[in-house]
Nanobody, 122 residues
Framework: QVQLVESGGGLVQAGGSLRLSCAAS????????MGWFRQAPGKEREFTAT????????IYADSVKGRFTISRDNAKNTMYLQMNSLKPEDTAVYYC???????????????WGQGTQVTVSS
């Protein structure tokens, strides 16, 4: 069992930045691929970014490519999402997830955090 806790969400103006963190409960964190997903009000959860267990491979949704950066620190059991040039359409609850595959599909992830709210005002 892996417990994941997100932090760093909040309210920011368009064009601003936020950094989300996802802290994992176990030292086996380095064995897992990690992902960020988001869910806006009235919409389905969507893939945002993913990173391989080693951190070598990263994949981004087209909507965030060039603005968001996913990273991880396996020594700290923590994953990050640096979000720059934020837009109102980035407003959502952001979830981190752990799985065995570096994948876009949420079905590849077994463990999920509770989410952190990001609100971008225009």
């Amino acid at each position: 069992q892996v417990q994941l806790v997100e932090s760093g969400g909040g309210l920011v103006q368009a064009g601003g930045s936020l950094r989300l963190s996802c802290a994992a409960s176990r030292r086996t964190f380095s064995n897992y691929a990690m992902g960020w997903f988001r869910q806006a009000p009235g919409k389905e959860r969507e893939f945002t970014a993913t990173i391989s267990s080693s951190g070598v491979t990263t994949i981004y949704a087209d909507s965030v490519k060039g603005r968001f950066t996913i990273s991880r620190d396996n020594a700290k059991n923590t994953m990050y999402l640096q979000m720059n040039s934020l837009k109102p359409e980035d407003t959502a609850v952001y979830y981190c997830a752990a799985g065995v595959l570096t994948a876009r599909s949420d079905k590849a992830y077994k463990y999920w955090g509770q989410g952190t709210q990001v609100t971008v005002s225009s």
